[in-house]
T-cell receptor, first 115, second 114 residues
C-alpha cells in the first residue's frame, strides 16, 4: 500500500509547455507539501497545505500553482516551463498542521526534465 | 531565518565500522525538532531518527544514534556497524515546534565500502 503516491514519476517536456504533477496520500493526514530538489540535491519547501488551505508559500514563481481538491490530494501545475524548472519534485504529508515533531512522509518524487 | 549546515558533502565508511555525520543549525528558538532523513538511490526519503530539543537524552534507533548539543546547536548522526544498505544521501532537517516549515541541509553522501 503506497502511503504517498505521485504521478508521473518521470516527465520530459519542452520549454514553454504546461504540465501537472499529481499527489495523493492515503494516510488521513491533514497537511501536505511540495518540495523541489535541484541537481545538487538541495531540498527546498515550495508549498504547504492544511486541509485544502494554503499555509506556506515560499518565494516561488507564480507559474507554479498548487491545487488541493480535497485533503488527500495536492496537485502541482506548472505553466510556461523553463529550463531551470528541471528538478525532482517531492510531495509529502504529515498528520497535523503545526505538528513540529511529526514525521513527514514523502512520495517517490517526480523527475521533471525541461528540454 | 533558520539554516541547517552539513559541512561534509561526502563521507565513506568500511562495512561494519562506525561513521558520524555532522550537522549544525542556526536558530533563536528554544522549542524545535531535528531530524535525519535518508535518501537512497531509489530517491525515497525515509526518516531515520528525530530529536526533540527539550529532551536532553539523545535519540537512538537501533544502529542509529544522535549526539545533540543544544548549546552548540549541533546534531550529529552516528551509524554503528555500517551496512551496505546504509549507502545513501543523508539530510539533516530542522523544524520549529508549532510550524510546518521544515528546513533541510545540503546533504551528505555516504558510501559504504565492502
Amino acid at each position: 500500500d503506497t502511503a504517498v503516491s505521485q504521478t508521473p514519476k518521470y516527465l520530459v517536456t519542452q520549454m514553454g509547455n504546461d504540465k501537472s504533477i499529481k499527489c495523493e496520500q492515503n494516510l488521513g493526514h491533514d497537511t501536505m507539501y511540495w518540495y523541489k530538489q535541484d541537481s545538487k540535491k538541495f531540498l527546498k519547501i515550495m508549498f504547504s497545505y492544511n486541509n485544502k488551505e494554503l499555509i506556506i508559500n515560499e518565494t516561488v514563481p507564480n507559474r507554479f500553482s498548487p491545487k488541493s481538491p480535497d485533503k488527500a490530494h495536492l496537485n502541482l501545475h506548472i505553466n510556461s516551463l523553463e529550463l531551470g524548472d528541471s528538478a525532482v519534485y517531492f510531495c509529502a504529508s504529515s498528520p497535523r498542521e503545526r505538528g513540529g515533531g511529526d514525521e513527514q512522509f514523502f512520495g517517490p518524487g517526480t523527475r521533471l526534465t525541461v528540454l | 531565518a533558520q539554516t541547517v549546515t552539513q559541512s561534509q558533502p561526502e563521507m565513506s565508511v568500511q562495512e561494519a565500522e562506525t561513521v558520524t555525520l555532522s550537522c549544525t543549525y542556526d536558530t533563536s528558538e528554544s522549542d524545535y525538532y531535528l531530524f535525519w532523513y535518508k535518501q537512497p538511490p531509489s530517491r525515497q526519503m525515509i526518516l531515520v531518527i528525530r530529536q526533540e530539543a527539550y529532551k536532553q537524552q539523545n535519540a537512538t534507533e537501533n544502529r542509529f544514534s544522535v549526539n545533540f548539543q543544544k548549546a552548540a546547536k549541533s546534531f550529529s548522526l552516528k551509524i554503528s556497524d555500517s551496512q551496505l544498505g546504509d549507502a545513501a544521501m543523508y539530510f539533516c532537517a530542522y523544524r520549529r515546534s508549532n510550524n510546518n516549515d521544515m528546513r533541510f541541509g545540503a546533504g551528505t553522501r555516504l558510501t559504504v565500502k565492502p
